[in-house]
């Protein structure tokens, strides 16, 4: 799956996964997930991606955003439309979070706790 496109939205959950490490140290995502087309399985050939993401507080800003929509198209060998979950519109918003097939939601103390 080098150098291909995703098929699905389980393969583009799969990916994002893959590189959860990185979503969260270098990008301080809160929450990523898949919403549209590809939930939907009405994707066609050179459809975008459209991701939902939430950031950590204080790491929404204008370059955290394009670098991460950059990784995105890398990884995902595709076009993004990268949504942040913060600036969906209203008449959108239901739909759009009813539909949304996360791959990474943190929790509220993003570390687990260690037993013993």
């Known amino acids: 799956m080098k150098n291909k496109r995703p098929k ?10 893959l590189h959860i490490r ?5 990008f301080r995502v809160k929450e990523i997930g898949v919403f549209g087309s590809y939930v939907r399985d009405e994707q066609k050939r050179g459809s975008d991606i459209d991701i939902l993401v939430e950031f950590k507080e204080g790491y929404k800003t ?10 995105l198209e890398e990884i995902l060998k595709s076009e993004i439309d990268l949504v ?31 037993e013993g």
């Open 22 to 26: 990185d979503l969260e140290e270098r």
């Open 84 to 114: 942040l979950k913060t600036a969906i519109r209203e008449e959108l918003k239901q739909s759009i979070l009813s539909e949304v097939n996360y791959a990474y939601r943190s929790e509220q103390n993003s570390r687990p706790c260690e």
């Open 62 to 71: 204008f370059d955290n955003y394009m670098e991460l929509k950059f990784y």
């Open 8 to 17: 699905n939205a389980n393969e583009i959950i799969n990916i994002l996964r």
